[in-house]
Nanobody, 115 residues
Framework: QVQLVESGGGLVQPGGSLRLSCVASGSTVSIYTMDWYRQAPGKQRELVASIRSSGSTNYADSVKGRFTISRDNAKNTVYLEMNSLKAEDTAVYYC?????????WGQGTQVTVSS
């Protein structure tokens, strides 16, 4: 059974940094496109960053230059390094594994950017 578990969220001041982790069990992160999404209160869930099996990456315009998605195949883990955080980055962040009709989601981790 595929399971994705996120961690690394928390409270951080504006301008600070956090690194989110998504550990996959029952599947291999390197052969699927892995995404990070976020959902702020009262807003739709939005795609933040993706990493394909080839290693190519894509980012939402709002996070380009500040966030970096990466993966460690040996640890079967995907990361989201977040720098220069802003209040508008506050959201629940979710990891997703793209498997077509069998997409898998993690439970989410809360990121709050506030002074």
């Amino acid at each position: 059974q595929v399971q994705l578990v996120e961690s690394g969220g928390g409270l951080v001041q504006p301008g600070g940094s956090l690194r989110l982790s998504c550990v996959a069990s029952g599947s291999t992160v390197s052969i699927y496109t892995m995404d990070w999404y976020r959902q702020a209160p009262g807003k739709q869930r939005e795609l933040v960053a993706s990493i394909r099996s080839s290693g190519s990456t894509n980012y939402a315009d709002s996070v380009k230059g500040r966030f970096t998605i990466s993966r460690d195949n040996a640890k079967n883990t995907v990361y989201l390094e977040m720098n220069s955080l802003k209040a508008e980055d506050t959201a629940v962040y979710y990891c997703k594994q793209e498997r077509g009709a069998y997409d898998r989601w993690g439970q989410g981790t809360q990121v709050t950017v506030s002074s």
